[in-house]
């Protein structure tokens, strides 16, 4: 097996939350694997063997409890209406690790402001050009401006939990097209195992409206799609590559894919889609290798190396992946041998591992933001 010793990472996809925070999560619960702090400590801990190579990370934002209006427009809603306190407050954490400012027992140290690469917080997308806009104004007073507003480079709104049609609406469409103008991108989070195919014809027809028309290809938005759209890595491996979900599978991010140049696909989320894995025995890599490489095949095929991400999804991937000391490393070894079996020259390893990340989200890049 290959190292990556010689190729930089960054990190394009982890999540960061206190214990003080917990409760402001939507999916918390006491029962739940991840129900307890998940700073910067524990990334780095999770890190430790690759810390040499990892030079940053993007932050995603972690569906806190939020609604897409900051306020009711009625007193009678069946419908909890959280607001904005909480993903906003997710923002100013951000801000402090950014700055190097900690808050004790927040988990995170002034130097590790120097892994902070870039901040995708939740906005409110349905709510169209207006209501995001408001939003992002109480974004920038959160992040103080200056140095961490230039590391915010888009936003994310999951839509793998939403009824269908969401990603349809003109708010919606009209939302992603503005952030293009704006120069921030979209993180799109889907979920064909668990939610259906028909999240990815909802987004394939999405892209299609978002995109048409635009004919200045820098306002077109920059489309991030996680974790291979969380793809049934639970199918026979024996047969997997002429499954009819498989193949229905590699249409649709073949469509994503050709929507527009500015889509993008992260190789991330696998343990989250496959048997779980032990913590105190080593897996068999043969085996997940071969269970995930179909699919990682149709990636490339799809996007080609320039357009595919390193993310570990941490601290998602310790789920499946045998805990916080293993799983990390565990998806990196696995990568690993997924881009050397690939084929890939070294210029193709170092964009997997960084490059692409550091282009898709502009790192560095001003942008035209204001």
Known sequence: MSSTGQFPIVDSHIHL????????????????????????????????????????FIFLETDRLS????????????TPIHGWTHA???????????????????????????????IIPWAPIPGGQDVLEQYLDLVRERVRMGEVWAKVRGVRYLVQDKPAGTML??????SLRWLGRLGLTFDLGVDARSGGLGQLREAVEMMGRVYEGVTD???????IINHMCKP??????????????????????????????????????AFSEIEPLAGQSEPDFEAIVERVRPWTDAVFDAFGAERVMYGSDW?????????????????????????ERRGLSGNEKADVWARVAINAYMIGYPGVRG
């Not at 190097?100 to 690469?117: R, Y």
């Not at 609406?169 to 009209?174: N, P």
């Not at 290809?217 to 489309?223: C, D, F, K, L, Q």
């Not at 045998?322 to 690993?336: A, F, K, L, M, T």
Request: aromatic share 6%.
């Open 88 to 118: 906003l407050d997710e923002v100013s954490l951000l801000t402090r690790i950014a700055l190097g400012e900690p808050i004790a027992g927040e988990g995170h140290s002034p130097e590790d402001k120097e892994l902070c690469w870039g």
């Open 67 to 78: 609604s897409v209006t900051e306020s009711p427009t009625s007193t009678f809603t069946s």
């Open 217 to 223: 290809g820098r306002e077109a938005v920059t489309i």
């Open 232 to 269: 049934n890595l639970r199918l026979p491996p024996a047969s997997v590559r002429s499954h009819p979900e498989f193949l229905e599978w590699k249409d649709l991010i073949t469509k994503m894919a050709r929507a527009h140049p500015k889509t993008y696909m992260k190789l991330s989320g």
């Open 169 to 174: 609406q003109d708010g919606f469409v009209g």
């Open 315 to 339: 601290p998602v991937c310790n789920v499946g992946g045998g805990g916080n000391d293993v799983s990390w490393g565990r998806w990196r070894r696995v990568v690993e041998e997924i881009l």
């Open 17 to 56: 939350f206190p214990a003080t925070h917990l409760k402001t999560l939507s999916w918390h619960s006491d029962s739940n694997p991840l129900g307890k702090q998940h700073s910067i400590d524990e990334y780095k801990q999770a890190t430790k063997s690759n810390a040499s190579a990892l030079r940053g």
